[in-house]
């Protein structure tokens, strides 16, 4: 059973005295819900390091939308079963005023064109709303690495400019996205998808794999517009289909023979908005 905190003193303490011992500390926030796409994240945190803290905090700041606030699940008694077979040791559950105390200051940052576009463009605010929580809960555990998944891979680029900026020590590790059998993202929000929808999902990485399939045929606009009717001939809402550089986001217009790209795609199913993305390498016939 890993051991549960809801205070940040109370935490500090218990880490502070491992630390004195030569313990390191990896670090894995999440929303709660979790899944075994969150236990690929712990179980590489203990190859990483010494002691595992896992925080669930469903952060009201980056939800754009209130009724997906509201909708988002949270199974606490299944999260901590989970978290107790995967070996975790730490389960950190704040209370809504340890993270954000009435004497809160809160930290803002230029992002630049890492928020202009995809998810900055479509969740206003979302991205304000990460860049506060992540820094209160990094100056809260001080862990040595923290480990976020790819299928956020904006936000992961801007958590890495956010612990440049604020100076932080901690290294921040990429883990890949984990998908069911038939290629879904793993998401606490698939369980909220109804079974027909569920079922119509997968088309969503079957198109990302089918791009990078076709990407020597055709130009990135030319892809992209080609795989747009084709998902909308499938009744798929898109929200946003983008091709970009892994390294700064910009949408490209030609292929690159050395720079790595990634594809990125949002489509909602009902009311659930489903995210995923998938490294593309261009090479010349």
């Given at each position: 059973?890993?051991?549960?905190?809801?205070?940040?003193?109370?935490?500090?303490?218990?880490?502070?005295?491992?630390?004195?011992?030569?313990?390191?500390?990896?670090?894995?926030?999440?929303?709660?819900?979790?899944?075994?796409?969150?236990?690929?994240?712990i179980?590489?945190?203990?190859k990483?390091?010494?002691?595992?803290?896992?925080?669930?905090?469903?952060?009201?700041?980056?939800?754009?939308?209130?009724?997906?606030?509201?909708?988002?699940?949270?199974?606490i008694?299944?999260?901590?079963?989970?978290?107790?077979?995967?070996?975790?040791?730490?389960l950190?559950?704040?209370?809504?005023?340890?993270?954000?105390?009435?004497?809160?200051?809160?930290?803002s940052?230029?992002?630049?064109?890492?928020?202009?576009?995809?998810?900055?463009?479509?969740?206003?605010?979302?991205?304000?709303?990460?860049?506060?929580?992540?820094?209160?809960l990094?100056?809260?555990?001080?862990?040595?690495?923290?480990?976020?998944?790819?299928?956020?891979?904006?936000?992961?680029?801007?958590?890495?400019?956010?612990?440049?900026?604020?100076?932080?020590?901690?290294?921040?590790?990429?883990?890949?996205?984990?998908?069911?059998k038939?290629g879904?993202?793993?998401?606490?929000?698939?369980?909220?998808?109804?079974?027909?929808?569920?079922?119509?999902s997968?088309?969503?990485?079957?198109?990302?794999?089918?791009?990078?399939?076709n990407?020597?045929?055709?130009?990135?606009?030319?892809?992209?517009?080609?795989?747009l009717n084709?998902l909308?001939?499938?009744?798929?809402?898109?929200?946003?289909?983008?091709?970009?550089?892994?390294?700064?986001?910009?949408?490209?217009?030609?292929?690159?023979?050395?720079?790595?790209?990634?594809?990125?795609?949002?489509?909602?199913?009902?009311?659930?908005?489903l995210?995923?993305?998938?490294?593309?390498?261009?090479?010349?016939?």
């Amino acid at each position: 059973m890993p051991e549960i905190i809801k205070r940040n003193a109370e935490l500090k303490i218990r880490l502070d005295e491992l630390r004195k011992n030569g313990k390191s500390i990896g670090f894995v926030p999440t929303l709660g819900a979790l899944h075994m796409g969150h236990m690929s994240l712990i179980n590489k945190a203990l190859k990483w390091a010494d002691i595992v803290v896992c925080s669930i905090f469903v952060n009201p700041t980056q939800f754009n939308e209130e009724s997906d606030f509201d909708r988002y699940p949270r199974p606490i008694k299944e999260d901590i079963a989970l978290l107790k077979k995967n070996n975790c040791h730490f389960l950190f559950l704040p209370f809504l005023e340890e993270i954000y105390p009435k004497n809160h200051k809160k930290f803002s940052m230029n992002i630049g064109n890492l928020g202009d576009t995809m998810e900055g463009a479509n969740r206003p605010g979302h991205f304000e709303g990460v860049i506060e929580v992540v820094h209160r809960l990094l100056s809260i555990v001080e862990p040595d690495f923290a480990f976020f998944g790819e299928k956020d891979f904006q936000q992961l680029s801007i958590i890495r400019l956010l612990v440049q900026k604020a100076r932080f020590t901690t290294q921040i590790v990429p883990c890949e996205i984990i998908r069911e059998k038939d290629g879904l993202a793993m998401s606490s929000r698939n369980r909220l998808l109804t079974t027909s929808q569920r079922s119509h999902s997968p088309i969503l990485y079957k198109t990302l794999k089918k791009m990078a399939l076709n990407k020597q045929e055709l130009s990135p606009f030319a892809l992209k517009e080609h795989f747009l009717n084709y998902l909308k001939t499938n009744k798929v809402d898109v929200e946003y289909l983008e091709i970009a550089r892994e390294d700064n986001l910009e949408a490209i217009r030609k292929w690159y023979k050395t720079i790595p790209c990634r594809i990125f795609i949002v489509a909602r199913f009902g009311a659930i908005r489903l995210i995923d993305n998938i490294s593309v390498a261009y090479r010349p016939k």
